[in-house]
């Protein structure tokens, strides 16, 4: 049995029941395997041994009162995965399908990615199983009270610093950092993703949807190509989606297709996205309702069946293993050229396969959603020289960042033999500088 193979069942049998959290180990390790054959050092030196296992993994009660006066539990996580560059940076969600898998998953990733933005941050995450559908205002903000009362401990602006995911946007960030700031009676960049009145930085909400598009242009680029007139399926309808969308048609694109858990809409003219965002960011409705305030689109029923609308460039910006090997077949099959992830591992590794045999170009999440990130390192070095930069000043900085996560990523794979596979090759940029980092501290 191969080092890897070995490795890769001992953390199956380690974390028994954690599927997400095999399936992302996996990828990373086949990938990693042509570094470590040319690197025997780093398995001298325990490196990912180290790696597959978190520097801390927190979970602990929620108890929050509804508005009916009826005490709710929930569960919460935090792990603190890899500081070995930096403070735990990554984001929390609620969603009542997180569990500890998930919350490793996202975090095993978190670590590659903040690597390959270049910038000074380790790898985190966190959430809870709260699903925020359907609360009041009130029931949100205690719940984000009561996970901050234990979160805190934890927490801190060289220490740990979340940000937001699924179901955690500005409305929860700022529930969370308020309790923070007065558990603590400090006001530090403890949290991104915050409001503007109060130490967030401008193109945080649209950089992790604006910096995909920034990254797809530039693959597309380096193939002869752009997002000037491509039809565009994007998958979601939240906060990546939203300004995936935005960007893609400022860059000439049109968008035909969102989704959300539900139903997916079309709209052959192209999706109006001013009227998702009202109805998704600022209304909080359902997709379907577009249709009512726009005759042309048509709705149907469940999400999986967004991938069969014809499009040139697919960007699943929702969830993870949303997007499975038929739907891969299918996006082939109506001559999809270019599909990049905006949420975190979107497709399935069948799904992967599928599009890499097809000669598709594919981002993956670690490379193409790695802006959202990016922008929250911008937003922790606002927050430590007490300074705002302008829109034009961060967003300027994020497509460079993008730019400069997409040529790593793909010298690296031609580097190893693997022109064109920016899955491993944003996988072997991404590991090398946490790898050496690990290995100049010694055995901690
Ligand atoms: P939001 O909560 O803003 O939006 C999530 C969207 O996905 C909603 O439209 C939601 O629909 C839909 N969705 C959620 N679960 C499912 C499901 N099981 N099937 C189909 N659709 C679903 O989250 P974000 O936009 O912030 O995050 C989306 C993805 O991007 C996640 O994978 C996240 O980890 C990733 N990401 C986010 C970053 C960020 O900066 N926000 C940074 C990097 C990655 P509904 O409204 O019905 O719930």
Request: hydrophobic residues 35%; glycine residues 10%.
């Amino acid at each position: 049995m191969s080092y890897v193979s070995e490795l890769l069942e001992q953390v199956k049998q380690r974390n028994a029941n954690e599927s997400e959290f095999h399936q992302a180990v996996e990828e990373v390790l086949e990938s990693l395997e042509v570094v470590l054959e040319k690197n025997p050092q780093y398995i001298d030196a325990g490196i990912m041994e180290r790696l597959v296992e978190p520097e801390r993994q927190v979970v602990f009660r929620v108890p929050w009162v509804d508005d009916n006066g009826k005490v709710q539990v929930n569960r919460g996580f935090r792990v603190q995965y890899n500081s070995s560059i930096g403070p735990y940076k990554g984001g929390i969600r609620f969603h009542p399908s997180v569990n500890l898998s998930i919350i490793k998953f996202l975090g095993f990733e978190q670590i590659f990615k903040n690597s390959l933005t270049g910038l000074p941050i380790g790898g985190g995450k966190g959430g809870s199983d709260f699903d925020p559908k359907g609360r009041s205002d009130n029931e949100i903000m205690r719940f984000c009270q009561s996970f901050m009362t234990e979160l805190y401990r934890h927490l801190g602006a060289d220490t740990d610093v979340p940000a937001g995911d699924i179901g955690v946007g500005a409305r929860e960030v700022g529930y969370m950092y308020g309790q923070y700031k007065r558990i603590r009676n400090v006001y530090e960049g403890v949290f991104t993703g915050k409001g503007l009145t109060y130490g967030g930085s401008l193109v945080r909400k649209e950089a992790t949807g604006y910096g995909l598009v920034y990254f797809v242009e530039e693959m597309l680029k380096a193939k002869g190509d752009s997002f000037k007139g491509k039809r565009v399926v994007i998958s979601g309808s939240g906060n990546v989606a939203i300004y995936a969308a935005r960007k893609a048609e400022e860059l000439g694109a049109k968008v035909v297709a969102f989704s959300d858990s539900n139903s997916y809409i079309c709209c052959e003219d192209g999706v109006n996205c001013d009227i998702v965002q009202q109805l998704k960011e600022v209304e909080r409705r359902r997709i379907r309702e577009y249709k009512d305030r726009d005759a042309k689109a048509s709705v149907h029923e469940g999400c999986s069946g967004i991938w069969s609308t014809k499009c040139d460039i697919a960007l699943p910006c929702a969830t993870q293993n949303e997007l499975q090997k038929e739907d891969a077949e299918m996006l082939v099959k109506n001559g999809v050229i270019a599909v990049a992830e905006g949420a975190n591992m979107p497709c399935t590794p069948e799904a992967v396969e599928v599009f890499q045999k097809n000669n598709v170009l594919f981002g993956p999440g670690k490379a193409g959603n790695a802006g959202g990130v990016a922008t929250s390192a911008l937003e922790m070095a606002q927050n430590s020289m007490r300074y705002s930069w302008t829109f034009e000043e961060v967003d300027a900085k994020l497509q460079q960042i993008m730019k400069d996560i997409y040529h790593s990523a793909a010298t690296a794979a031609k580097e190893y033999g693997k022109e064109d596979d920016l899955v491993t090759g944003a996988n072997i940029a991404g590991f090398l500088k946490v790898a050496e980092a690990m290995k100049a501290q010694g055995a901690v």
